[in-house]
């Protein structure tokens, strides 16, 4: 089996799995309970949430979510409420995800204004745009760090400056919220930049269904889930200790190979482009080509994503054809993938039906080797051919 759809979840690591098959049978209690096996759950609750917030800013709180989702939609719907007093517009992009999107498409039902900035066909943010369009009733900006689509790694360090200023030049107090879940554990965050991130453990080989939400400690939002009062009145419901444990371990795990894995996926991301070019004809690659590492590489892309417009093709069909295979590969967005429309991102970067309907997402992990490259474009390029072979008989 060769996997490269990483974007859209990844393997547990093994020592992850072994962490929670060991939990789930001698740290299985309620950490809010007050017998002994209670208190265990509850140090190991807080010890994750240490190894988390290593990554963020110290004036701030982690607060544990079922994933992404949650986490976006509490960030914005939550800041929303706050400042529903005192302004009513939200600043967001054409080519969020769909958590961010259809959050703040909701909250049109409740009086709010909803603001896109543009981006260009590299699916970089417009500074201009976020520029022009802030004033005194903006409430909220959530844009993203790095593409789910496309890779781009979005210039958070401008926009972030961008805000603060306004805010202190006008006395305002917009929030800035980032959904960071394909940023996390591939490139460094720097802590000071956000009022609120959003990370899922998904991404970065940990268990589905938890995620974290970064809170700066003087926003003290309203929460979201309300019940017994769980992550500090945050975010109630019993915590699930065994991922959360995990997700910590993937965290520490992932940061600390950070520089050896963005190397390998820098090597792995060149290979198959240059035997794409010698082996296969008629391609684009959506979004830019050169490589960045960091969220000074602004306008780059990271490595560990590639969308590519085979034209001339479906990409829904060669993906079937890879699967016979068992090469896994997407076409854009899982949480996307049921929706019968080309993709919002892709549309936004203006590109066309055709080039949409034929494009193809790898997003790799340290798991792939070289030789699954050299394996994936030889059945790529026979399934690519025979496709475009077939098409001219129509």
Do not use: W
């Amino acid at each position: 089996m060769i996997y490269l759809d990483n974007s859209s979840t990844t393997k547990e690591y093994d020592e992850v799995r072994s962490l929670i098959y060991n939990m789930s049978g001698n740290s299985f209690g309620n950490a809010s309970s007050l017998h002994s096996l209670g208190f265990k759950a509850h140090n190991e609750l807080e010890n994750a949430r240490k190894e988390i917030g290593k990554y963020f800013s110290e004036d701030g709180d982690i607060i544990f979510t079922s994933g992404g989702t949650e986490s976006d939609n509490m960030a914005i719907f939550s800041s929303c409420m706050k400042m529903r007093k005192r302004a009513n517009k939200i600043i967001t992009s054409h080519i969020e995800h769909p958590a961010v999107l259809n959050t703040c498409k909701n909250l049109e039902n409740y009086g709010f204004e909803l603001i896109k900035i543009e981006n260009d066909d590299r699916g970089i943010f417009s500074l201009e745009s976020l520029k022009d369009n802030l004033d005194k009733d903006v409430c909220l900006v959530t844009l993203m760090t790095v593409n789910n689509e496309v890779g781009t790694i979005e210039p958070i360090s401008e926009i972030s400056e961008i805000i603060r200023n306004f805010n202190k030049e006008n006395g305002t107090d917009i929030i800035f919220h980032t959904d960071a879940v394909q940023a996390f554990g591939k490139i460094k965050l720097d802590k000071s930049l956000f009022d609120l991130a959003s990370v899922s453990g998904h991404k970065i080989h940990a268990p589905k269904g938890i995620g974290a939400l970064y809170m700066d400690k003087k926003l003290r939002l309203m929460p979201l889930l309300n019940g017994g009062g769980q992550e500090s009145g945050f975010r109630s419901g019993t915590e699930n200790i065994p991922a959360i444990a995990g997700f910590a371990l993937a965290s520490k795990l992932t940061h600390e190979n950070l520089s050896n894995n963005q190397a390998k996926l820098s090597k792995l991301n060149e290979y198959f482009i240059r035997g794409l070019s010698e082996e296969i004809c008629d391609y684009s690659i959506n979004g830019v080509s050169d490589l960045g590492f960091s969220l000074d590489d602004s306008g780059l892309r990271l490595p560990n994503i590639l969308s590519i417009s085979f034209h001339g093709t479906r990409g829904e069909v060669i993906l079937h054809i890879l699967e016979q295979d068992e090469i896994y590969v997407s076409t854009g967005s899982a949480c996307s993938s049921h929706s019968n429309s080309d993709s919002h991102v892709l549309k936004a970067m203006n590109k066309n039906h055709k080039e949409i309907e034929g494009t193809l997402r790898f997003s790799f992990s340290e798991f792939n080797t070289i030789d699954d490259m050299n394996i994936v474009i030889d059945r790529l390029k026979l399934a690519i051919n025979r496709f475009r072979k077939l098409g001219s008989f129509r």
